[in-house]
């Protein structure tokens, strides 16, 4: 099937890079006005027109304004789907809300509270007005007993979150700021050099091509910043918390800056053209460690808002990158199976859905080391001995060995290898997976049940983008992953989330492709 959906606007926050899970941006907060003081009159007006809709009304409990669902997000672009064994709605490109159920999920990850919960009127959804407003990212206002809402209030944004630091010269005060609260790029009052890295992980469910624009943006904290800096990538590894200047430079690649214009938005805002860069981050073609932004031409100094002041962020003024996209056609021509949320509905610990090699055969149960037929002297021995890649098929045999012991139980009749990333399968009944590995010894510290070692697996889904499940959070695709192009040309410790996303390259082996034939369309639980 192929479907061309205008996508919900894709409002990312992130975590700690250090483990705190992130803010769920939640429909809770209080009405759009105080119903206690409001009549409502019926009607709802869209951009100026009026809505041919159920009449909206105040829920008894809460005080909040219920608007009707479909007639809403269809008048302002959004495809709604009523799935009805489920009692769920879904909407647009990546949102699910159940009747009665205080949560909904957004872009497949996120648990984010809905107070009150979606009723049906009659035989109508309605929900809270504030979900228009902050979920579906609408103007609205009551006036005169009328519900008003305008114009889309954002587009598609990534936002960063403490994945920034600033260096200065040598001979300036200070060589590194690694608080956080501002980003600086320029020259300063001193005439010292000063640059910065920022990085945004990415998300979003668009390939390259389907991207037609993306602006870095940033909140200017004093002054008035240059008129252009030099913006480009960043080659290698690096963290908040690298201190030296000299290391930090060397990160950079000179040859990829573009003396880039820094445009007013207005309201204390300002943007730079990025598309090319993010578009190679998509394809694959480049690794998005970042952006580094350095001095341009004249001699001014950007200071612009980090978005973390307190250490918590703050969404209206973190950097961001805002993408102007639209999903185009997807064909069903890779594989058996689309992509499915593990855990699923209702289930809050991300654990009970399985890991990455349950998730990549369709299994609900993790499979975890003490699951497998392996031993650390052997790993060792092998890495030593042969290598990387000897141990990926070390690794690939003893997974070998426990789906054939249980291929009854997993409902798996055919698991063979394949050479290649797009090696011919029978797409009605297969699909593709692909296995990686970690691994990290010296003879001082081998390889142990402390670390040093690891495996992980993707799946490709039917329109050729690729999916994977880790143990701390919930299933996802991998962005920008799409027919044609290899998986390992992406982080493959990349999560949805910046603190599951190591981005440090961990799997470092080739890859061992297969093609799996799966009995039932369900996902089995071969440990019950």
Same mark, same amino acid.
């Given at each position: 099937m192929k479907n061309t959906l205008k996508i919900a606007p894709l409002v990312i926050a992130l975590a700690l890079i250090f483990g705190i899970s992130a803010p769920a941006y939640a429909s809770d907060a209080a009405p759009a006005a105080d119903s206690a003081d409001i009549i409502l009159?019926?009607?709802i007006i869209i951009n100026g027109e009026r809505l041919d809709a159920p009449a909206p009304y105040i829920h008894g409990d809460t005080g909040a304004i219920m608007v009707p669902l479909r007639a809403v997000s269809e008048a302002i672009g959004f495809e709604l789907v009523w799935v009805e064994d489920d009692n769920k709605i879904v909407l647009g490109y990546g949102i699910e809300l159940w009747i009665g159920s205080d949560h909904y999920i957004r872009d497949v990850t996120f648990y984010n509270a809905i107070k009150p919960a979606p009723e049906l009127t009659g035989d109508r959804t309605f929900v809270p007005l504030d979900f228009i407003k902050n979920e579906l990212e609408h103007e609205v206002n009551v006036s005169g007993g009328s519900i008003l809402i305008g114009e889309s209030t954002s587009p598609y944004i990534w936002v960063t979150h403490e994945g920034t630091a600033t260096w200065f010269a040598g001979d300036a005060p200070y060589s590194h700021n690694g608080d956080n609260a501002i980003i600086q790029a320029g020259i300063n009052e001193n005439g010292a050099d000063v640059f910065a890295l920022i990085r945004i992980p990415l998300r979003g469910d668009w390939l390259a091509e389907e991207v037609t624009g993306a602006r870095l943006q940033f909140k200017v904290a004093e002054g008035t910043p240059p008129k252009k800096i030099n913006i480009g990538i960043i /080659?290698?590894? =690096?963290?908040?918390s690298t201190a030296d200047r000299d290391m930090a430079a060397g990160l950079v690649n000179e040859d990829s800056f573009v003396l880039t214009d820094v445009i007013d938005k207005g309201d204390g805002w300002v943007s730079m053209d990025v598309t090319a860069i993010v578009k190679g981050w998509l394809s694959g073609d480049t690794k998005n460690r970042g952006f580094s932004l350095f001095p341009g031409d004249d001699e001014a100094l950007? %200071? $612009? %808002?980090?978005? @973390?002041? +307190?250490? /918590?962020? +703050? $969404?209206?003024t973190a950097p961001r990158i805002v993408v102007d996209a !639209?999903?185009?056609e997807r064909p069903n021509s890779y594989g058996r $199976?689309? $992509? @499915?949320?593990q855990p699923g509905q209702g289930v809050e610990n991300p654990i009970d859905g399985g890991n990455c090699l349950s998730?990549?055969?369709? +299994?609900i149960d993790g499979i975890f080391f003490e699951d497998l037929s392996y031993e650390f002297d052997d790993l060792n021995r092998i890495f030593f001995e042969s290598g990387l890649e000897a141990v990926l098929e070390y690794t690939a045999n003893f997974i070998e060995e426990y789906i054939e012991t249980n291929k009854e139980k997993l409902q798996i009749s055919n698991f063979r290898r394949i050479d290649n990333f797009d090696s011919p399968i029978d797409i009605e009944k297969e699909y593709r997976i692909v296995l990686r590995v970690s691994a990290e010894a010296t003879p001082e510290i081998p390889m142990s049940e402390r670390g040093g070692y690891d495996f992980h697996l993707w799946a490709q889904l039917n329109d050729g983008r690729w999916a994977q499940k880790t143990p701390s959070v919930f299933s996802s695709i991998i962005p920008g992953s799409g027919p044609g192009i290899s998986p390992l040309k992406y982080y493959w410790d990349a999560g949805d989330i910046w603190f599951?996303?190591? =981005? !440090? +390259? =961990?799997?470092k082996s080739g890859g061992i492709y297969y093609a799996v034939t799966k009995g039932t369309d369900e996902f089995t639980s071969h440990k019950q």
């Open positions: 009159n019926g009607e /080659e290698n590894n =690096w963290s908040p950007g %200071v $612009f %808002v980090s978005g @973390t002041p +307190d250490g /918590e962020l +703050d $969404f209206n !639209q999903i185009g $199976f689309g $992509f @499915t949320k998730y990549a055969i369709r +299994d599951s996303e190591r =981005w !440090q +390259d =961990w799997y």
